[in-house]
């Protein structure tokens, strides 16, 4: 399954690409799956999601929680912490 991954803030900092394009492995099924995924791929992945529960990620614009299926997705996106202001 291919998929469009969007990083966001530091997480596209510490990645150094604000998208990309990744075929995904058939076991590759939750959200959660996906960042350990993620993490495998490379130090900048490793260095970038080295905390996943602190990790905030989007389905198609629509904020979901890590044990989120991702069969369907469009669009995911990958974000650090938000705070307020």
Same mark, same amino acid.
């Given at each position: 399954?291919?998929?469009?991954?969007?990083?966001?803030?530091?997480?596209?900092?510490?990645? &150094?690409?604000?998208? +990309?394009?990744?075929?995904?492995?058939? @076991? %590759?099924?939750? *959200?959660?799956?996906?960042?350990? !995924?993620?993490?495998?791929? &490379?130090?900048?992945? +490793?260095?970038?999601?080295?905390?996943? @529960? %602190?990790?905030? *990620?989007?389905?198609?614009?629509? !904020?979901?929680?890590?044990?989120?299926?991702?069969?369907?997705?469009?669009?995911?996106?990958?974000?650090?912490?938000?705070?307020?202001?």
């Amino acid at each position: 399954m291919t998929t469009k991954l969007v990083y966001f803030a530091w997480v596209r900092e510490r990645i &150094g690409k604000p998208e +990309e394009e990744i075929e995904l492995p058939a @076991d %590759v099924v939750t *959200v959660r799956d996906l960042l350990n !995924h993620l993490k495998g791929l &490379g130090e900048e992945y +490793e260095n970038a999601l080295q905390y996943p @529960d %602190v990790i905030r *990620v989007a389905i198609n614009q629509e !904020h979901v929680e890590h044990s989120e299926r991702i069969a369907g997705a469009r669009e995911i996106g990958i974000f650090p912490p938000m705070t307020g202001g």
